[in-house]
C-alpha cells in the first residue's frame, strides 16, 4: 500500500527564514502530488499539485515544491517565511489512476516566530 | 457558494451511542470522503465515495458506516460509539475523483466519546 512520510514533526523558524519541509512516499507506478496547508483553527487549503511536466510547481503565497522522481521525493519549500506562514503543513499523494483515494502524511507543524 | 458544510460542528456522546454526521457539498463534485484527523496521525481516510452510488473503504473504516445519498450528500455514521472515535472529523468533495482534482474540505466536526 502507498504511505507517505514527513521526516519533521515540529520546524520552529524565525521571519526571514528559508524553509524546505520533507516528504517521500512508497509508490512504484505514476502518482499525483500535493500540499495542504492547515492553518490554525481552519480546515485544510490546497497549497500546490504536481500532476507532470515541469518538476518545479509553484503555488500560493511564494510556496513551490520539487518532484523528484528517483528519490520519492516532493519537499516543499519557501526561500523567506512570514509569521502568518505558521500552520501545519500535510503532504498527499494519490496514484494516477481513476477510483483511488489520496493519502496523507502525518504533517509538519511550522511555527515562525516574529 | 458553501462549498463543503459539515454538520454539527461539536458533539459529545457516551461510549454506546450513536450518532451521524452529515456533509454537504453544493459543487456538483462526484467523489466525497470522510477524513479523520488526530494529533500526530494527519489526516487518515475512513471512507470515501468515487461517484454517486458507491462507497469504498479507506484506511481506518472499522466503526462507521457511511451512506451516500445523492450526489450532494455523503454522511458518516457511528453504531456504537467509542473513545477510540475522538476526534476531529473532516469532510471533503473533488470534481472527479482525486487523481487530479484537489480536495475542497469542510470546517470539520469535532467529536468527543466519553
Known amino acids: 500500500a502507498q504511505s507517505v512520510s514527513q521526516h519533521n514533526h515540529h520546524v520552529i523558524l524565525s521571519e526571514a527564514a528559508s524553509l524546505e519541509l520533507g516528504c517521500n512516499y512508497s509508490y512504484g507506478g505514476t502518482v499525483n502530488l500535493f500540499w495542504y496547508v492547515q492553518y490554525p483553527g481552519q480546515h485544510l487549503q490546497l497549497l500546490l499539485k504536481?500532476?507532470?511536466?515541469?518538476?518545479l510547481v509553484k503555488g500560493i503565497k511564494g510556496f513551490e515544491a520539487e518532484f523528484i522522481k528517483s528519490k520519492f521525493s516532493f519537499n516543499l519549500r519557501k526561500p523567506s517565511v512570514q509569521w502568518s506562514d505558521t500552520a501545519e503543513y500535510f503532504c498527499a499523494v494519490t496514484p494516477n489512476q481513476a477510483g483511488t483515494a489520496l493519502i496523507f502524511g502525518k504533517g509538519t507543524t511550522l511555527s515562525v516566530s516574529s | 457558494n458553501a462549498g463543503v458544510t459539515q454538520t454539527p460542528k461539536f458533539q459529545v456522546l457516551k461510549t454506546g451511542q450513536s450518532m451521524t454526521l452529515q456533509c454537504a457539498q453544493d459543487m456538483n463534485h462526484n467523489s466525497m470522503y470522510w477524513y479523520r484527523q488526530d494529533p500526530g496521525m494527519g489526516l487518515r481516510l475512513i471512507y470515501y465515495s468515487a461517484s454517486e452510488g458507491t462507497t469504498d473503504k479507506g484506511e481506518v473504516p472499522n466503526g462507521y458506516n457511511v451512506s451516500r445519498l445523492n450526489k450532494r450528500e455523503f454522511s458518516l455514521r457511528l453504531e456504537s460509539a467509542a473513545p477510540s472515535q475522538t476526534s476531529v472529523y473532516f469532510c471533503?468533495?473533488?470534481?472527479?475523483?482525486?487523481?487530479?482534482?484537489?480536495?475542497?474540505f469542510g470546517n470539520g466536526t469535532r467529536l468527543t466519546v466519553t
Open positions: 471533503a468533495s473533488s470534481e472527479e475523483g482525486q487523481v487530479h482534482s484537489p480536495l475542497h
Open positions: 504536481y500532476f507532470s511536466g515541469d518538476p
